[in-house]
């Protein structure tokens, strides 16, 4: 009986040893895996404050692309309304010259007719 208990003691002690170094390892496990989990939280953490920070910046580029865009097309409108007001002028000028040119050459065969009616 005591033989028989003692092997029995000795299995269950070999057993509960290889427990415990079982146990161990899997807590070394565990911990081992926490770790990991929290490096990579810290560095999805990082790359969720870059990804913010480079959509910060997209967005101030975009909105000077627009306010460019805006002061573009305003110069683009001041300019041509001063190359229309300018061509204007030009017309206007030109529609008198031509006038002035149509009257003179109206006056000079007035004047040639009046000559040749008179001598």
């Known amino acids: 009986r005591q033989k028989l208990n003692h092997e029995f003691s000795q299995q ?12 161990q390892k899997a807590e070394e496990q565990e911990e081992k895996l926490a ?4 490096q990579q939280q810290k560095v999805f953490q990082q790359a969720r404050i870059v990804q913010s920070q480079r959509l910060k910046t997209i967005k101030q580029l975009y909105e000077q692309f627009l306010k460019s ?4 097309e305003k110069n683009n409108e001041s300019l041509l309304a001063g190359a229309q007001s300018e061509l ?7 529609q008198k010259k031509i006038m002035m040119d149509t009257q003179q050459q109206e006056m000079a065969t007035v004047r040639k007719s ?6």
Not at 14 to 21: C, K, P, S
Request: glycine share 0%; proline share 0%; net charge negative.
């Open 35 to 38: 770790n990991m989990f929290r």
């Open 12 to 23: 269950f002690l070999t057993l509960f040893q290889q427990w415990d170094v079982d146990v």
């Open 69 to 72: 865009i805006e002061e573009l």
């Open 88 to 94: 204007r002028k030009e017309m206007a000028m030109l």
């Open 114 to 119: 009046l000559q040749s009616m008179l001598f």
